[in-house]
């Protein structure tokens, strides 16, 4: 086997050169395997974290109490985080305290599922203790070790396993299944951060459908606060198309809708960010009073280009006989002759030096008739044109 990180190898060569062993983990190997794209290559080695920072000459201390210090190298950071096992989470948050160890072998075994405790040296030589890639063949989940002790660790790994599961279009393995059953109470005892962030890489995964049904199968939905008994929702939530969609706020917006859950009740009890929260609450009052109606230029614009793709997917998901109407949408706004306020030649400003009138609520309502004429083709976006209009 070609070792399939090049980038890498001047980092893993000055460990090994110093005598560390070092090696390419996790998500990288996985990811490699499949054929899939890399997002971050994590590096671990048998050199602590004070070493490390000796050995590269640009280093950030990210996480020096769990081990690992990011090797800026070329322009881009790696994680190289020192061997290390793990004593229980007592707080379902951080694990307890860190022990570093000697073998890549310890490592390994304190990662959460086979496909993720994958190391391969500069040399290409794999080490897979726990069968990872013949699970990564068979597309299967499967814990390393007891997946019922493993879970108690760190209860946030049955989401992980639902979210790779959705990403990668894997199967939970047997066990696993059964174990995910069997603890899944252990997940109202993480912090709503964790599981708000695996729970969006879960819908924005290819076999989001099939991650949903799981999450109700095993029970896991019961744990989650606002959807303990949204079973059925969820479930024919999971049969439309929900592939389509793109952004965190199509996504959720979609996934609340379908359960009938309040945007701003969730916010705040899922502590989504104000941005998120702000996206979907128009995204969702828009797609109520724009659902399956045809865009025209003026509701178009009001909307904005982005927006209204994203309310032709939703469209699309909720009512499975609609058709998009994309091309037809980037038609009407390329003939647009305005598309934000910012586009009109005039401002506020101008209409109390022309109209000699005190600043106040008609400025906005005058600004809204210019924008309309403009649109409708009555008046042309120019000063002296809409000066004219104004005085007349
Ligand atoms: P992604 O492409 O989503 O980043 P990844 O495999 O890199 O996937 P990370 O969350 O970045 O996932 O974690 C990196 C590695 O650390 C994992 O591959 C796994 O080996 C280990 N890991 C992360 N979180 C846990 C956890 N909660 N329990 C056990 N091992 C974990
Ligand atoms: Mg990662």
Known sequence: LQFPFPKVLPILNQLNDHGYDAYVVGGAVRNAMLGLPIHDIDITTSATPDIVQNLFQKTVPVGIEHGTVLVIYQGEGYEVTTFRSESEYSD?????????????????????????????????????PYEGKKDCQLKQIRMVGNPLDRIHEDPLRLLRGLRFLSQLDFSLGRHERQAFNETSPLLSKVSIERVSQEMTKLLHGQA?????????????????????????DILSHSKRKLIVLQSDAEHWCAFLMALQIDVQEFCSKWKMSSSLRKAMIKLKSVFQEQAQKPWDVYSLYQSGLEQALAIERLNYVFYSHYSMQDQRIHQLWKKMPIHHRQDVSVTGHDLIKWLNKKSGPWIAHKLEQIEKRILSGQLINRREDIKQWLLQ
């Not at 860190?98 to 994958?118: C, G, H, P, W, Y």
């Open 92 to 128: 379902f948050r951080h694990p307890n305290h860190v022990t570093f160890v000697s073998s890549i072998q310890e490592d390994l075994k304190r990662r959460d599922f086979t496909m993720n405790a994958m190391a391969i040296d500069k040399e290409g030589v794999l080490i897979d």
């Open 208 to 232: 989001v459908s099939k991650a949903l049904q799981y999450l109700v199968e095993t029970n896991c939905h019961k744990h989650l606060l606002l959807c303990e008994n949204k079973g059925e």
